[in-house]
């Protein structure tokens, strides 16, 4: 077996969207999986289709087109406004995307009309995380341009929160999300479909929500992969937190002084630590670094510390357990971890898919 190695539970992964999708249908909101912590990987997406998934969405083209050639067949929605250069490819694989540039949608329109095909998008529209989105009070002169737009069709709006300023997804902001989608619908006497809220951030309002909005969708990743929502630290009851796991192996194991000695200055990294002299500790060290994972999104077992680490090394130490070369050590992840090690092409990926006999 290879290490350092991230182990994915497709039954759990199975149980967690199924879970969501389940629970937020009874609120009828739809659940589109977000694949881009696992690079749009065949065998994850299948598992999101088994467990009810209509639609899958990922932030790369690159992703969406590993789905479809790999024969992934549901509507796929990309999730990052396209580049100019993608604009063809987005049309070629890419069922519906979001968007918020007009020169963007132009081209879009362009390419869909020259490769006899129509595009669909969602309008994302700013509610103060201030990152993607129009501006609320350019929506209806930005839906005017949009649905005069050949081979281009509007589904929807949208907006996203929480990522850049955690901004929270509550009741005032979907309610203006939803009073913009009145207006848009009966300035130009047209039909919304789709109304996507949010994120994962969105599901404990979601599960909450009583007075009834427009919204009808949610984009989710984090939840259905680890089991938790980036604003609230607790885990939501129900899911797994542990589908996802990384394993590294330890090739050093020393007792040595807590102290280093010699002439300091800073490390390969421009950091310079404080150091308390601890008398001799065990420490060890695993194949694992900086070049890996974002080191700081790793949560080691409770008996065993996490020091420091360099580009190919992390330094743990315990008190309790007996740190011995050769052994393996298992981490669970944040969402910077998982992210990084999913796209790292020096971890393994090993899938257990064997109870529900996925294929
Ligand atoms: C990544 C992303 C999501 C999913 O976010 P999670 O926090 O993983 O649920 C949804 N929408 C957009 C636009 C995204 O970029």
């Known amino acids: 077996m290879n290490y350092p190695r991230i182990d994915i539970d497709c039954n759990k992964i199975y149980h967690n969207a199924q879970f969501i999708i389940n629970q937020l249908a009874l609120k009828s909101i739809s659940v589109t999986p977000v694949t881009k912590v696992c690079l749009g990987h065949p065998v994850i997406a299948q598992t999101l289709i088994d467990a009810g998934a209509k639609m899958l969405a990922d932030s790369r083209v690159q992703n969406i087109q590993r789905m479809v050639l790999s024969g992934i067949t549901v509507p796929k929605m990309l999730i990052r406004t396209p580049m100019f250069s993608q604009v063809a490819s987005v049309v070629k694989y890419c069922d519906i995307s979001l968007n918020t540039e007009i020169d963007v949608i132009k081209r879009l329109s362009c390419a ?10 969602i309008i994302m529209i700013e509610l103060g995380d201030l990152r993607e989105g129009i501006m609320p009070n350019h929506s209806i002169n930005f839906i005017r341009e949009v649905i005069s737009l050949p081979n281009i069709n509007l589904r929807g709006i949208g907006s996203n929160l929480t990522c850049r300023y955690g901004i929270a997804p509550d009741d005032e902001k979907m309610k203006q999300l939803s009073d913009i989608a009145d207006e848009i619908e009966s300035t130009f006497g047209i039909n919304l479909e789709i109304i996507s809220g949010g994120n994962s951030a969105s ?15 949610l984009r989710i990743g984090e939840a259905i992969f680890l089991g938790c929502v980036p604003l609230e630290q607790p885990p939501i009851e129900g899911l797994h937190q542990d589908a996802i796991t990384l394993t590294a192996e330890i090739i050093e194991s020393k007792v ?8 300091r200055g800073e490390n390969a990294f421009g950091e ?30 409770d008996d065993i510390n996490i020091i420091s680490s360099t580009s190919d090394h992390l330094i743990i130490e315990s008190a309790r357990s007996p740190l011995v070369v050769g052994a393996k050590i298992r981490f669970s992840l944040d969402y910077s971890a998982l992210l990084s090690s999913m796209s790292s092409d020096f971890i393994y990926k090993f899938f257990n898919k064997s109870k529900r006999g996925i294929t």
């Open 112 to 121: 869909a009309k020259q490769a006899r095909v129509n595009h669909d998008v």
């Open 203 to 217: 599901i404990n309002w979601a599960l909450a929500h009583r007075r009834s909005t427009r919204i009808n969708n």
């Open 256 to 263: 040595k002084p807590s102290l280093p000695w010699g002439k």
């Open 272 to 301: 310079k630590d404080i150091i308390q002299d601890r008398g001799v500790v065990s420490q060890a060290i695993l194949a694992l670094g900086r070049q890996d994972v974002c080191i700081a999104g790793l949560k080691a077992p």
